[in-house]
Each structure stands twice: as C-alpha cells, then as structure tokens.
C-alpha cells in the first residue's frame, strides 16, 4: 500500500466550558475547540483519520500553523510512502521540519502519525492496542479536571463530578501558593478517598513551588505535575530533593533528547505521556517505553483531545498499562464531536475500542458542513 491522498480538514468544536492555566485560559468558549482533521487514504481506498488540537497557551502550536505545516510542508513529503513503515515518515517529516528538543511542531507531526496508525490499522483488520503489541489492560480510568476560580466553586463542582462518577482529580495550581492550597483543601474535604494531584502547567518559580510542595504535602498530595518552567534544570533537580512528591514532567518532556539530559543529571523521576504533543503514536512508544525500563512513574494526560486523539490515548496508555487516572478531559469540556457513534465508556472508564484502527467512526458530512472552520484571512 501506498498514501496517495490526505486532506486537512479544519473544525470547530463548541466547549461546555472554560479551562483555566496558569497563563489564562486555554480557550475561550466563542473560539471554540479547534482542530485539524487529517484524513489519509491508501491507494486500496483504505481511509486513517488523525487529529492536531492545539492549545495556543500550552504550547507554541496554533489552529492555522498545524493546519498550514500539515498541508504545504509535511503531507507533500508522505506522498506515494509506505504508511506501515511509520519511523520512515517521521524521518521524512524530520527532513522538512527539523525537530530540536522536542519532535519539531510535534502536534502537527502527530495528526499525521495517528491517520498513518489508523490506516494501517484497519488495513490489516486490527485494533490500535493489537498493533502495539501490549493488552495489559482493557480500559483506562478518567480523571475530572480542576479549574475553578475558588474553594467554593471547586467544592460544588467536585460534589458533582462525583455523582458523575468520578473518583480521581486533577487540580490546576500555578497561582499563589497559599491560594492555591486552599483549592487543594477544598477538592480534599470534598472527596476524602479520591486520587488527587496537582498540575501547576509551569505556572511558579522555584521560590513559590518550593512553599507550594510544602503545602500539598501537608493536604496529602503525592503528585506535583510541570512545577516550574521547563528550562528550569537547576530548580527541577532542587525541587526533587526538598520534596517527597513525585514531581512530573510534561511540558519538560515533549522530546526524548531533552529526558534523556534529564534522566542523566536525575532531575527527573515521572513523566506525563501526551500522544500529541510528542509527535504522535510513534513517539509515544518510545517515551512510555523509556519510563517504564528507568522506573519512572508514568502519566497519561491530553490536550482536551477530541475523540480521534482520545482514543489514540487509550489504546496507548492501556497497551502500557498506566493504571494511575489519566487526564484525557474531552468529553468534560466538549459539548459535540464529529463521530456518528460515540466510544465505548463505561461510566468514568473508558474502555480500549474492539473496532479496526483508532476505533472513530467519523462523520464526514459533518465535518465538512456545519463543523468546517474557515480560517481564511
């Protein structure tokens, strides 16, 4: 088989509601989540669907720079290739944009990736998880993620995420240590016996993570996600040594270079596997597979994925069988997808699909029609 044909289709998505980072919040509910489809066909007439969703405040990536790269840099390039031979099209994609110390635009490399797996997927008549070569586990447990603006308003929304069924949260942090404490207390006075972590998304100088950890030591916590900015080398190693948290690395491990630097000068001891933000499925692997052969402990988290990179999230993080919740909040924020028919979940698990590929059934007529985002100036 051969790729004779990919489209980038951009769409958007409306939101339920906000999510708030350190820097602001991720999107605004008029923009909407936006997304760069990707469909890839094979010469056989076989179709792999991937997806960029980027987060302009997360990482440098955009709508219009995924959706530009995709179409005039990086899909010329896998024209007429192979799709099973996938490090042979990250190497094609590395020649015309060259990754640093991370893959080099690696949301836009890893829509690609996951429409190159999914095809390949379902021309031979299996599942993602089956192509991974792992089946440690059928389902992933999900996390409800925390982002109010103060201990009340987190107390309500915890109390009802957890007649939702939630069992696990996920609390954004990066404001003023003792602020942010008091969301912490908060989440824990309402849910006792829930998994709970925080995620500061690079938000504090060392100073401030430094009183930070000692305060969500004190409420219990044993998680502490991208503390301080990721060039930040000196404070990591610093922080690892004053706390007896887990201090895990996201936005510091978006490129196998720069983890193994870090493993090396053990300024890392957790890692948070993004499929997106890696480059994709591709790099994913590698990175899952680095972490568990060091000891790590390892994290499954995303981007606000819409169901293309939700489901590619779980084939991978149950293949490696991260049991810890994972952070794939989607079906939190969005209020409308693209698929004819939904994924399998049951309650807050969602469970690996059984189907061909990723396992997304997608719906093109929406996708073309009242979903399709003009980005024309």
């Given at each position: 088989m051969r790729i004779e044909r990919i489209e980038v289709l951009p769409v958007r998505l409306p939101l339920k509601g906000v999510l708030k980072l350190a820097r602001g919040v991720s999107r605004s509910i008029d923009e909407g989540k936006q997304i760069a489809l990707v469909k890839m066909t094979g010469d056989d007439g076989t179709v792999g669907w991937g997806e960029a969703g980027p987060s302009r405040r997360w990482s440098a990536e955009t709508i219009h720079s995924v959706t530009t790269t995709i179409r005039h840099v990086l899909a010329p390039v896998l024209i007429g290739r192979d799709p099973f031979d996938i490090a042979g099209l990250h190497a094609a994609m590395d020649t015309e944009l060259a990754p640093g110390f991370d893959p080099g635009q690696p949301i836009a490399k890893g829509a690609l990736d996951m429409a190159a797996h999914d095809l390949i997927c379902k021309a031979l008549g299996i599942n993602l998880q089956t192509w991974l070569g792992a089946k440690r586990m059928d389902r992933v447990?999900?996390?409800?993620?925390?982002?109010?603006?103060?201990?009340?308003?987190?107390?309500?929304?915890?109390?009802?995420?957890?007649?939702?069924?939630?069992?696990?949260?996920?609390?954004?942090?990066?404001?003023?240590?003792?602020?942010?404490?008091?969301i912490v207390r908060a989440v824990r006075q309402a849910a006792p016996d829930a998994v709970v972590w925080v995620d500061a998304n690079q938000g504090y100088d060392l100073d401030n993570a430094l009183r930070a950890a000692k305060l969500f030591e004190a409420e219990g916590i044993e998680l502490f996600e991208q503390p301080i900015p990721m060039t930040d080398l000196y404070g990591l190693k610093k922080l690892l040594s004053a706390t007896a948290m887990n201090i895990a690395l996201d936005?510091?491990?978006?490129?196998?270079?720069?983890?193994?630097?870090?493993?090396?000068?053990?300024?890392?001891?957790?890692?948070?596997?993004?499929?997106?933000?890696?480059?994709?499925?591709?790099?994913?692997?590698?990175?899952?597979d680095l972490a568990r052969n060091a000891g790590m402990k390892l994290i499954g988290?995303?981007?606000?994925?819409?169901?293309?990179?939700?489901?590619?999230?779980?084939h991978v993080f149950a293949a490696y069988g991260i049991d810890y919740p994972v952070d794939l909040n989607g079906p939190q924020h969005l209020s409308g997808d693209y698929l004819r028919t939904p994924l399998p979940r049951e309650g807050q698990m969602a469970l690996v699909p059984q189907v061909p590929g990723l396992g997304c059934d997608i719906d093109e007529d929406r996708v073309r029609g009242e979903l399709a985002l003009d980005l024309s100036i």
């Open positions: 447990e999900l996390a409800y993620l925390v982002s109010q603006p103060g201990p009340d308003e987190t107390a309500a929304a915890v109390g009802k995420a957890l007649d939702e069924g939630f069992r696990a949260f996920k609390v954004k942090v990066g404001n003023s240590p003792a602020f942010d404490a008091e936005e510091a491990a978006m490129g196998l270079p720069l983890i193994i630097d870090l493993l090396r000068r053990d300024a890392v001891e957790g890692l948070v596997c993004k499929v997106q933000k890696v480059g994709g499925i591709h790099y994913a692997r590698q990175l899952c988290s995303g981007l606000m994925d819409a169901p293309i990179g939700f489901a590619a999230s779980v």
